[in-house]
């Protein structure tokens, strides 16, 4: 009797008191609405978060990671914890973690691309600025610089693709292409070595890059869905080849192997 009117007071109060990690996700969140912390601005330590809360550091550890995950704030390495500043950026982990879940399909990705980038791109010609175009200037001539070292080239390729959607000025659009070029990112990452069309694609980012400075919209759109189909055309090559060679790898690794009854290991007569 007296362990179910504990058990209903533990519910209780546990309706009132959220537990202790949402509770410093909620401070933090109610010092940002309140302007008591801005962009730039350096959180408190963890453990006068802890102290301050009344919490174990361990709460605040998990609190600050998931606002970290949800692009809020950012570690510096040595330096602290931050308040995130510049545009908005999603880390893409919860779209990761749906994609690994999910196993979005190669088409799927290229399509939402589609839907975002044309109508980013198209944006960007009417609104980039021109510090916004010459950053996309540095990353397409970066790209012809990294022709012979794919790796690199997909790094300029991604952050190509940043540059414009930051030149929308539209946050929640350029939020939305960092999510799905991140995951991307990752995606092709594993076949890049792969790729054949270094050049072509480096030129078709310059034809992308210029009509958006001309401020031609239009063709900014048609040179970003060129671009995008393209990029899904050598996607499919590169994971057909990727494939290829990792059947070939595995037959070579069962031929090695030796034969089972060989090995002398397998019970032939039970005891
Ligand atoms: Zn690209």
Aim: net charge positive.
């Amino acid at each position: 009797m007296r362990v179910a009117t504990r058990r209903v007071a533990a519910r209780a109060s546990a309706r009132k008191d959220p537990p202790p990690t949402h509770r410093v996700v909620r401070h933090i969140r109610r010092l940002i609405e309140g302007r008591r912390l801005t962009p730039g601005d350096r959180l408190p330590t963890e453990r006068d978060l802890a102290r301050e809360m009344k919490v174990s550091r361990s709460s605040v550890r998990a609190a600050l990671q998931s606002l970290a995950a949800m692009g809020v704030i950012r570690s510096r390495q040595g330096a602290g914890t931050f308040i995130q500043d510049g545009p908005p950026s999603l880390d893409s982990q919860p779209l990761g973690l749906l994609a690994a879940l999910h196993g979005f399909s190669r088409e799927e990705m290229f399509e939402a691309r589609g839907v975002l980038e044309v109508g980013v791109a198209g944006l960007s010609a009417q609104r980039a600025s021109g510090e916004q175009t010459a950053a996309m200037a540095e990353e397409v001539a970066s790209m012809f610089a990294a022709l012979g070292d794919p790796p690199l080239f997909l790094v300029h390729d991604v952050r190509f693709h940043r540059t414009v959607a930051a030149g929308s000025n539209n946050p929640v659009l350029a939020a939305l292409v960092e999510m799905t070029s991140t995951l991307l990112y990752e995606r092709r990452r594993a076949t890049i070595e792969h790729a054949k069309d270094l050049r072509e694609s480096a030129e078709m980012h310059r034809r992308i890059y210029l009509a958006i400075r001309r401020g031609d919209a239009e063709e900014a759109r048609t040179a970003m869905a060129e671009h995008l189909r393209l990029a899904e055309e050598a996607l499919a090559v590169e994971d057909a080849l990727a494939a290829t060679r990792e059947a070939a790898a595995k037959a070579v690794t069962r031929a090695r192997r030796p034969h089972p009854a060989r090995k002398g290991t397998w019970p032939t007569t039970r005891p």
